[in-house]
């Protein structure tokens, strides 16, 4: 099981220093979102901040293209050190193409989805990936509130992992708290993305403690 607290939620005023914060939280994975204007509604940051932060933690660094044209920002992900790649099944043709170019550059492989998107559009891809996304907000904005209707895409993709036995992780994300990330453990969630849910609380540290003891005690509950 994996806590990665989200950097949105971060003050972008000094974003090394609030990595760093997050690394001595005892987080060993961050989740980088990038968001380009057009494939979302937002803009954050982009492979640039890869490059100044690597060097300064030692955390996996995972990054969540919500983008058009993911063929352009491979590569200079690659480059600046990141360690997995997340790209969106809603490009269609695409996704084989850039699936096999995250791998050939030598990153994990990730595959995300949106909650108005059948989780069966995800089914060609599930051997060729590390990490399955299932979005539990639209996507562009941290802050929104959890849609509850996405359980079930997580439950599927629970069972699709245990019949054919695959390995890949099944991570949530967005409007993941104490109450919510619960209920995606219950689901079969193995890997939760929180931003302001960890970022929003006083202690981050405390924060990420007590997230990561519910959601034991929720996968416990299930025999997982
Ligand atoms: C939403 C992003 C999320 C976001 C989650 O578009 O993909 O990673 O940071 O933020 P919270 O946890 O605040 O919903
Ligand atoms: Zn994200």
Not at 41 to 55: A, D, H, Q, Y
Not at 141 to 155: D, H, R, S, V, Y
Request: proline share 6%; charged share 20%; glycine share 8%.
């Amino acid at each position: 099981m994996i806590i990665a607290p989200s950097l949105l939620a971060a003050n972008f005023g000094r974003l090394a220093s609030e990595t760093q914060r997050v690394e001595r939280a005892g987080a060993e994975r961050l989740h980088l979102d990038i968001m380009d204007g057009h494939f979302v509604p937002n803009i954050s940051f982009g492979p640039e901040v890869v490059r100044v932060l690597r060097p300064r933690t030692r955390m996996f660094l995972e990054a969540h293209l919500m983008c058009s044209k993911p063929e352009i920002l491979l590569e200079p992900f690659a480059k600046f050190g990141i360690d997995l790649i997340t790209i969106h099944v809603e490009l269609g043709e695409r996704v084989t193409p850039l699936l096999w170019k995250i791998r050939s550059l030598g990153k994990q492989v990730g595959l995300a989805i949106n909650p108005p998107t059948t989780i069966s559009m995800v089914q060609p891809y599930l051997k060729q990936i590390d990490l399955l996304l299932i979005m539990t907000v639209n996507p562009g904005f941290g802050g929104q509130p959890f849609i509850a209707e996405t359980l079930p895409k997580i439950q599927q993709a629970a069972v699709w992992r245990r019949e054919r036995q695959l390995t890949y992780r099944i991570e949530v994300d967005g409007g993941i708290n104490f109450t919510t990330s619960a209920e995606c453990a219950r689901a079969g969630a193995d890997t939760f993305v929180s931003g302001t849910g960890l970022f929003a609380q006083r202690n981050l540290r405390t924060a990420m403690r007590k997230m990561r003891s519910i959601v034991r005690g929720a996968r416990a509950a299930t025999g997982r």
